[in-house]
């Protein structure tokens, strides 16, 4: 499938690699099938990704795992909210948090209220709200320049 990004220009992505959303993301239901964009030599530890919208060429989200900023990050979900993707273990659960980057880069943050779980298995995911006490805006500048100079 051809896809003509606004950031990556024109991309060929495997019917295989499209994860649905079923109720598309916060402020965007209409959007529900995504794709993720990384630099696969990157890969890793702190690695940004971008969550690609194949609905919508223009619309992008930078994502990052949580566990990279917060390592003890453990959310807590409405079992309910679940059900739609299927059998989810440990194994198969990716989890996701939209990264904003403001004028100001020293703040940027990420959201950890509100991830994307992702079952890996059958390559369907939502849009959670966390019943934990985690912030919109986590910042992370200071915790990937560590990384960075620890790599």
Same mark, same amino acid.
């Given at each position: 499938m051809k896809a003509n990004t606004r950031l990556f220009g024109e991309i060929d992505i495997k019917e295989d690699k499209i994860i649905k959303l079923k109720? /598309? +993301? +916060? /402020?965007?239901?209409? @959007?529900?099938n995504f794709t993720l964009i990384y630099d696969e030599e990157k890969e890793g530890k702190g690695s940004i990704k971008w969550l690609q919208s194949m609905d919508d060429p223009s619309f992008a989200l930078p994502v990052i795992n949580p566990l990279d900023v917060k390592p003890d990050y453990q959310m807590l979900v409405n079992e309910e909210g679940l059900e739609s993707l299927g059998k989810m273990t440990e194994e %198969? =659960?990716? +989890? @996701?948090? =939209? +990264? =904003?980057v403001p004028e100001k880069i020293e703040e940027m943050s990420v959201n950890l209220k509100a991830p994307f779980?992702? %079952? =890996?298995? %059958? @390559?369907? /995911?939502?849009?959670m709200i966390v019943e934990d006490d985690y912030p919109i805006k986590y910042k992370i500048y200071e915790i990937l320049n560590k990384k960075k100079a620890g790599e």
């Open positions: 109720e /598309g +993301i +916060i /402020g965007f239901p209409d @959007l529900q %198969n =659960t990716f +989890i @996701l948090v =939209t +990264i =904003t779980v992702i %079952n =890996t298995d %059958n @390559l369907q /995911g939502a849009q």
